[in-house]
T-cell receptor, first 111, second 114 residues
Framework: QKEVEQNSGPLSVPEGAIASLNCTYSDRGSQSFFWYRQYSGKSPELIMSIYSNGDKEDGRFTAQLNKASQYVSLLIRDSQPSDSATYLCAVTTQGAQKLVFGQGTRLTINP | EPEVTQTPSHQVTQMGQEVILRCVPISNHLYFYWYRQILGQKVEFLVSFYNNEISEKSEIFDDQFSVERPDGSNFTLKIRSTKLEDSAMYFC????????????FGSGTRLTVV
């Protein structure tokens, strides 16, 4: 069974601090990695994608991938109350079209 | 920004009834998907659709489910005989390329089976 694991939280971070979200995956064939943000009752919204080892930065967001450790993370700098949401890690494997999601980490940014 | 449109936003149906959930994917996307999310649980893959046929489906997508692209714009999910456990948010998604660039999700249809 190909799994994506996340700590469900809740993770509470003060406003302005760095929020660090982690995800592990079991399938070594995984090739594409995504972070989605989901507000309560809403659909997933793509915020970051990463395909190769290392860091990828986009504004306040940095995705980090370590394929040897089967680990992907998301850092949110200068956290804002509007960042409070559930963050979903998702992966695809070669030749597969489907996204496999983790259960999500609920993040709360405290003013 | 292009978006995936889903209708209706909320559907209440009686157990045993058929429902059709509708989606209009982004116009230049070639791959279409249905996912569902039971309240408090993971987003789960149901089916992918490419070139007018199902390309992959999950164990959840049994004989009571079907998908169709009846014209050049709509993509539908039919549940033939709904069960209480079909109550969930159903998300349509589309993508330009297989497995790459992430998928764009629609706003979802909340299906409540009573």
């Amino acid at each position: 069974q190909k799994e994506v694991e996340q700590n469900s939280g809740p993770l509470s971070v003060p406003e302005g601090a760095i929020a660090s979200l982690n995800c592990t995956y079991s399938d070594r064939g995984s090739q594409s990695f995504f972070w989605y943000r989901q507000y309560s009752g809403k659909s997933p919204e793509l915020i970051m994608s990463i395909y190769s080892n290392g860091d990828k930065e986009d504004g306040r967001f940095t995705a980090q991938l370590n394929k040897a450790s089967q680990y992907v993370s998301l850092l949110i700098r200068d956290s804002q109350p509007s960042d409070s949401a559930t963050y979903l890690c998702a992966v695809t494997t070669q030749g597969a079209q489907k996204l496999v999601f983790g259960q999500g980490t609920r993040l709360t940014i405290n003013p | 920004e292009p978006e995936v449109t889903q209708t209706p936003s909320h559907q209440v149906t009686q157990m045993g009834q058929e429902v059709i959930l509708r989606c209009v994917p982004i116009s230049n996307h070639l791959y279409f998907y249905w996912y569902r999310q039971i309240l408090g649980q993971k987003v789960e893959f149901l089916v992918s659709f490419y070139n007018n046929e199902i390309s992959e489906k999950s164990e959840i997508f049994d004989d009571q489910f079907s998908v169709e692209r009846p014209d050049g714009s709509n993509f539908t999910l039919k549940i033939r005989s709904t069960k209480l456990e079909d109550s969930a948010m159903y998300f349509c998604a589309s993508s330009e390329a297989m497995g790459l660039y992430g998928y764009t999700f629609g706003s979802g249809t909340r299906l409540t089976v009573v």
